[in-house]
């Protein structure tokens, strides 16, 4: 039996954004080192530039990703079963004693 192409593309689209993130931690630094060496050389200013924007790269890949994944967590934990939206007491909990 085929498998839905829907649900298919879905597994995919969201495999693909899973995956991007190695992405960014690779390019982000070069693309940030290749952008200081332009600037190095045209003001004479070897290694400083490139140096510092791909520290620069690093850190705002890193923090990208640290976010990212900190939102998805929240939008996980607020779909959870053990979560109340109508806020009523001893939501969450076993037995309604606090875990």
Known sequence: MAADPTST???MTRSIRRSHG???????PVL??????GIDR????MPIFTVSLSVVGVLG???KIYYSYRY???ELEAQGAWHDPAGRPGAGT??????
Do not use: K, N, P
């Not at 045209?42 to 200013?45: D, N, S, V």
């Not at 076993?94 to 875990?99: E, H």
């Open 94 to 99: 076993v037995d309604g004693a606090a875990r």
């Open 42 to 45: 045209t003001f004479a200013t």
């Open 61 to 63: 890949s890193f923090a």
């Open 32 to 37: 940030m080192a290749l952008i200081g060496l």
């Open 22 to 28: 190695s992405f960014e931690i690779a390019f982000a």
């Open 9 to 11: 593309h879905h597994e």
């Open 72 to 74: 998805q967590m929240a």
